[in-house]
């Protein structure tokens, strides 16, 4: 067993290892809640238990921990979701807090002084790396890896998981932390990350 065999093995159980960074995408309550603003519903909201043990995994092996989180001004004419989807995660508002447990989670970290490797990241679009300086601060702590999680699997995961390929991050998606209002769009987009991303699906 060679260190390509092991490093394989390794990704394939979805283990962390330094290079590797977990990258939360918009669990927030406008996505997540029963009265958000955009919401996924409940397959978002049956995401939280596996969701928050994976980041608490990561944040145990002292891994990359990333919260990428829609922000949007109101009625900006500018915005190409503007006319796409109604106000959603406007800034400076309860919407675009953590949702549940993981926003308890989060909060307790705050409260504490946020740890060095957990950061924040506003983002505009669906993908993460649109506009943001996410490329750059994965590049300066040596991220291979990408563990993406979070909402919608279909959109703002989807656009995340492209680029990340685009760049030459390597994937890999928990299916079990991951959700679509659209069951059909989830399907699909985790068979896409499968055969033309090539990332490795785990659950
Ligand atoms: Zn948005």
């Known amino acids: 067993m060679n260190e390509t065999d092991d490093l394989q093995r390794e990704k394939q159980a979805g283990h962390r290892q330094q290079g590797d960074a977990l990258i939360v995408v918009d669990y927030t309550y406008d996505f997540i809640a029963v009265d958000g603003k955009l919401t996924c519903g409940l397959p978002g909201q049956e995401i939280e238990t596996a969701l928050l043990t994976q980041i608490r995994q990561f944040m145990e092996d002292h891994a990359w921990v990333v919260f990428a ?9 500018y915005h190409p979701e503007t006319p796409l989807f ?26 504490r002084g946020l740890p060095s490797n957990v950061l924040w990241l506003d983002k505009t679009r669906y993908s993460a790396f649109a506009g943001t300086d996410l490329e750059l601060k ?19 995961v989807l656009h995340t998981a492209v680029d990340a390929y685009n760049l030459g991050f390597s994937i890999v998606v928990h299916e079990d932390s991951v ?8 399907t699909w ?3 896409h990350f499968r055969t033309c991303l090539g990332a490795h699906i785990v659950s």
Do not use: K, M, W
């Open 189 to 191: 987009a985790l068979e």
């Open 179 to 186: 959700a679509s209002f659209n069951p059909a769009g989830h």
């Open 138 to 156: 994965l590049r300066t702590r040596g991220v291979h890896t990408l563990h993406l999680a979070g909402v919608c699997t279909d959109i703002c």
């Open 69 to 77: 989180v829609d922000v949007h001004d109101p009625e900006d004419p």
């Open 86 to 111: 109604p106000p959603h995660n406007l800034r400076n508002t309860a919407g675009r807090e953590l949702y549940g447990r993981v926003g308890e989670y989060y909060r307790g970290l705050q409260q």
